[in-house]
């Protein structure tokens, strides 16, 4: 079946403007993830769904950070007032949960949006 | 609290031959996951390999193998027959594999080692 997709891939924004970073998760998949890239580091975790529970926004960085989940499928990241800073790749990733199934810790990951605030 | 350190953050190797890339991990669980994801110039991250920590057999995926080394809490990856498609950033990465809330569920990534296959 089809994969992990985002859209857009590439996002230009100005800074202080709002942007809206979408992912379509793998059908049947109850989990979903959004992880931050930055120039040269690793993955940054930023906050989970699970099903209808609440979300962990733990990793988000600032309250300029917000995300939802509609219907337990798609989700929006959404970024207020851009600053410099937010510039990089946002990945996102689906599983099957972690519900403790040997088979349904992987996560798959999509291709990610690369933002640039100008 | 979960590390994953990746201490090679470059590495090259000759088309056909065989690289090692190392990974050295911290976790208090005792039933944790560890993979190794692949990032081609594409961005896409795709799975390369899984370890279940209770599992004393080191996993293997056709070219692509790992030596698990629980008490050594190493995990490192190796690519036989090195193809030019293999040229990526690999990605450690450790789940500590808990059921319970909090933020067990979360991926822990080195920061990763940048793999160049040469011709």
């Known amino acids: 079946g089809a994969g992990v997709s985002q859209s857009p891939s590439n996002k230009v924004t100005e800074k202080g403007k709002d942007v809206e970073l979408r992912c379509d998760p793998i059908s049947g998949h109850t989990a979903l993830y959004w992880y931050r890239q930055s120039l040269g580091q690793g993955l940054e975790f930023l906050i989970y769904?699970?099903?209808?529970?609440?979300?962990?926004k733990s990793g988000l960085p600032s309250d300029r950070f917000s995300a939802e989940r509609t219907g337990g499928s798609v989700s929006t990241l959404t970024i207020q007032r851009t600053q410099q800073e937010d510039s990089a790749v946002y990945l996102c990733?689906?599983?099957?949960?972690?519900?403790?199934?040997?088979?349904?810790?992987?996560?798959?990951f999509g291709p990610g949006t690369r933002l640039t605030v100008t | 609290a979960q590390t994953v350190t990746q201490s090679q953050p470059e590495m090259s190797v000759q088309e056909a031959e065989t690289v090692t890339l190392s990974c050295t991990y911290d976790t208090s669980e005792s039933n944790y996951y560890l993979f190794w994801y692949k990032q081609p110039p594409s961005r896409q991250m795709i799975l390369v390999i899984r370890q279940e920590a209770y599992k004393q057999q080191n996993a293997t995926e056709n070219r692509f193998s790992v030596n698990f080394q629980k008490a050594a809490k190493s995990f490192s990856l190796k690519i036989s027959d090195s193809q030019l498609g293999d040229t990526a950033m690999y990605f450690c990465?450790?789940?500590?594999?808990?059921?319970?809330?909090?933020?067990?569920?979360?991926?822990?990534f080195g920061k990763g080692t940048l793999l160049t296959v040469n011709p």
């Open positions: 990465a450790l789940d500590p594999g808990r059921n319970s809330g909090g933020s067990n569920y979360k991926l822990t």
């Open positions: 769904f699970q099903g209808n529970s609440a979300p962990d």
């Open positions: 990733a689906s599983s099957f949960g972690t519900s403790g199934r040997r088979l349904g810790r992987e996560q798959y």
